[in-house]
């Protein structure tokens, strides 16, 4: 390798870097005071169409999520996405506004409360001066899991989903949602072989529209546990030999078709006073196929 030597000495930094492309700024005469300067955004005339969402996406921000497992409060990232509606009258919308809104949520704490959360929706609407405003907050959520015979504890996670809208005239609407992986064992393998049976890692995604009011627990806690109450059996983080014998037998004992996890699901959210409609699908990573297995259910509870 050749040595690197500076053989004289070296030029100022400002020489450097002319030296390397950059140049004086070019003088102009537009202003420079923002009471001065044009506001596009503004402007009113027919604009052809009214837009059903504007605004920005995949925004990282720092967020407190608090659960009904432990840890009962804990940091994570969250994903956002927050929107509004826009008329045909205007042109655009001041898309510096929506963060400096997520400024004033975080210096208020940053929770995934939902009434914060309706709280900050609904101020949304005023702040962008827009009929409807929407915001999507994804995150991944950590909680606690114990070994099944020896108790070593572990960090298991979840992938969490809020979306809350807010219409004038009309309200809120609060989906939530979880994606969970667990351990499904195929029934018919089980069936037609002599001995063992194939199993794989099965990824269920929920997502319910709730009544906040009627909440009786955390959602996530609830959404957790409809999906492995029905698998096969739940993963774990830890597992020694005790352990994972426990959680083979118990996948044996409890095989699970994508349709069955489904049905069964389905039919737990059904029972939850909180949720008024959902969707839920499983998703098998299957261990002797190439491709995966799915299943999906929508419903919407009748009218009482």
């Known amino acids: 390798m050749r040595e690197n030597r500076v053989t004289s000495k070296l030029p100022s930094k400002a020489e450097r870097h002319r030296l390397f492309g950059s140049v004086d700024p070019t003088p102009g005469d537009k202003p420079t005071l923002k009471e001065h300067m044009s506001d596009l955004q503004n402007e009113q005339r027919n604009y052809l169409f009214d837009i059903e969402q504007v605004g920005i996406a995949r925004v990282k921000h720092p967020i407190t999520v608090e659960a009904g497992l432990a840890p009962a409060s804990q940091v994570s990232i969250g994903t956002f996405k927050l929107t509004t509606s826009l008329n045909r009258e205007a042109k655009g919308i001041n898309m ?3 963060t400096e809104h997520l400024e004033e949520y975080r210096q208020q704490g940053g929770t995934t409360d939902l009434a914060q959360l309706i709280r900050f929706t609904k101020g949304l609407t005023a702040r962008m001066n827009q009929e409807r405003a929407e915001l999507e907050l994804s995150f991944p959520w950590f909680y606690e899991r114990r070994s099944p015979m020896l108790g070593k504890t572990g960090l298991n996670h979840a992938e969490g989903l809020i979306r809350i809208s807010y219409e004038e005239g009309r309200g809120s609407c609060v989906v939530v949602g979880l994606t969970v992986a667990v351990t499904t064992l195929c029934p018919c393998s089980k069936e037609i072989s002599e001995y063992s049976a194939h199993n794989q890692r099965g990824v269920v995604t929920m997502e319910a529209h709730i009544d906040e009011l009627d909440m009786e627990q955390d959602w996530k806690v609830m959404l957790l546990n409809a999906a492995e109450s029905n698998a096969s059996a739940p993963l774990h983080p830890i597992l ?12 044996y004992e409890n095989p699970r078709f994508v349709e069955d996890m489904v049905r069964l699901i389905a039919a737990d959210l059904v029972e939850l006073k909180a949720v008024r409609a959902f969707t839920v699908e ?23």
Not at 240 to 246: F, G, H, I, M, V
Not at 283 to 299: F, G, T, V
Request: hydrophobic share 25%; glycine share 0%.
């Open 96 to 98: 510096s506004r929506l």
């Open 240 to 251: 020694k030999r005790p352990d994972e014998k426990a959680v083979t037998e118990k996948a």
């Open 282 to 304: 499983c998703r098998n990573e299957e261990s002797i196929h190439l491709h995966d297995a799915i299943a999906k259910i929508s419903y919407k509870k009748p009218r009482s």
